[in-house]
């Protein structure tokens, strides 16, 4: 059922026509004249206007033109009975959707009003589909924006490709990446991605856990398995079921261990510590590591089975440093995320700060830049942070304080000799060449600075 306005000066006509309109099932509102039609039109919810061309103050092509300048989807039939191919050309140009010619029938115009209503409809249907189309292409980009996990340099999208590739398959995944670099983010993306995605999702820190406790972790235990065993408790692999368990720092995991988890791995099956009963688990398993697992495997410290069954799709994670492209948008990213969560107007940052940022080696990955921008906008005093509100250390200040340690492994006694030489050196530097001032510098005599320099050739 559709909302259609009729405007018609002639009273009869007016009535046949509301009288069709409603026979067929539809709401009509009759009015005798324009003005009175738009101020219907302005109200809102009007599909479809059925209006006479001649009529006395406002004419049809008025009530077209302000009809659809209220609304541009509202549909407009004009009638006339002084029907012009010049007047229909004009009205279609306008907007008008039909132009029909006095007299009609009510079976033609009952005709003409499905076809507008039909073609009204699969407009709304295919503008619906548009939107559902922007709807999930957006759903695609937020998918594939990976939350916490930001970058647009190359090796970032290599990963990404990557985790839009397994992400719908149950094959195991190592992800490599030295600490702080994101892996956990990486499995939780996996994990959210995939046909598991309503299943839950557990952590285990390995390296955290000591051997018995880790077992115990892992699989659970029977009641009286072990001292302090007082009740039966579930495993983490029984509440990961149905869903994804992110086994951190696996390299860390102990023989005795991994014998178990390659079981896991192999049938699905495992017993808790000190049951008898066998327990299949529905899980994928995505593993993380900041160790050469390979070389450990070389070693004989970790199982080669294992690690087979462990790195069916590998994940390497770059460092930092190696993809410093990234820092301005993550440094943004940190600075919405960390503001919002402080409760802060989002600041801005400095050039020359970013700068620093850019210049930094950043050891501690993308978690120490997310500690350093949380420090930055917790201790600015303005809407800005500067070179100033970084750490000492991210500004370079302390690194003139740093002694190079000599590239190839000396004895102690030519290891402190170089160290030495590396501290005159620098005093020479502050003291603009002058040899009592570098003496001062280092807290020595100016003679036994002379025998220094002699010792080392600096003279």
């Not at 390979?294 to 390497?316: C, H, T």
């Not at 919002?340 to 400095?350: A, N, P, S, Y």
Request: hydrophobic share 40%; charged share 30%; aromatic share 6%.
């Amino acid at each position: 059922m559709s909302r259609i306005l009729v405007i018609e000066d002639n009273e009869t006509m007016r009535d046949g026509i509301s009288q069709t309109l409603r026979n067929m099932g539809h709401e009509v509102i009759a009015v005798s004249g324009g003005p009175e039609g738009i101020k219907v039109c302005q109200n809102g919810g009007v599909d479809l206007v059925i209006t006479d061309y001649k009529m006395q103050g406002m004419d049809g092509m008025q009530v077209l033109e302000q009809a659809k300048a209220i609304d541009g989807d509202i549909d407009v039939i004009m009638i006339t009975a002084y029907g012009t191919i010049d007047l229909a050309v004009e009205a279609m140009k306008k907007g008008a959707s039909d132009f029909v010619t006095k007299p009609f029938s009510p079976d033609e115009l009952k005709i003409r009003v499905e076809k507008v209503l039909q073609f009204r409809q699969a407009r709304q249907e295919s503008r619906k589909l548009d939107e559902e189309v922007r709807y999930l292409r957006h759903q695609i980009d937020t998918l594939y924006n990976f939350g916490e996990l930001v970058g647009s340099s190359e090796r970032m999208r290599k990963v990404f490709e990557r985790i839009k590739k397994v992400a719908s398959s149950d094959s195991s995944v190592l992800i490599y990446g030295e600490s702080g670099t994101g892996k956990e983010l990486v499995a939780r993306a996996i994990h959210s991605y995939s046909n598991r995605s309503k299943g839950p999702f557990v952590k285990v820190n390995c390296a955290a856990l000591a051997e018995g406790i880790l077992e115990s972790e892992l699989f659970g235990h029977e009641k009286g398995a072990f001292t302090g065993a007082i009740r039966r408790k579930k495993g983490k692999f029984e509440l990961a079921d149905g869903g994804s368990i992110f086994l951190d720092e696996i390299g860390d995991v102990p023989p005795t261990t991994q014998m178990r988890l390659l079981r896991v791995l192999q049938e699905r099956e495992f017993d808790r510590v000190g049951g008898e009963e066998t327990i299949k688990v529905d899980v994928r398993v995505i593993a993380a590591t900041n160790k050469d697992l390979p070389a450990m495997v070389r070693g004989g410290k970790f199982r080669e089975d294992l690690f087979y069954r462990l790195n069916v799709i590998p994940i390497e994670l770059p460092p930092l440093r190696e993809r410093k492209e990234d820092i301005s948008e993550l440094v943004h990213h940190f600075l919405k995320k960390k503001c919002t969560e402080l409760g802060k107007r989002v600041l801005k940052i400095d050039p020359k700060a970013m700068e620093i940022l850019m210049g930094y080696d950043w050891p501690g990955n993308v978690r120490e830049l997310e500690n350093v921008m949380e420090r930055a906008i917790v201790l600015c005093d303005t809407d800005r942070i500067g070179a100033n509100d970084l750490p000492v250390l991210v500004r370079n200040l302390e690194r003139e304080h740093i002694l190079k340690l000599p590239d190839k492994d000396l004895p102690l006694t030519e290891m402190l000799e170089d160290l030495e030489r590396q501290l005159i050196e620098r005093a020479f530097e502050k003291a603009k060449g002058v040899k009592t001032k570098a003496a001062k510098i280092l807290g020595i005599k100016t003679s036994a600075l002379y025998y220094k320099l002699e010792k080392y050739g600096m003279i």
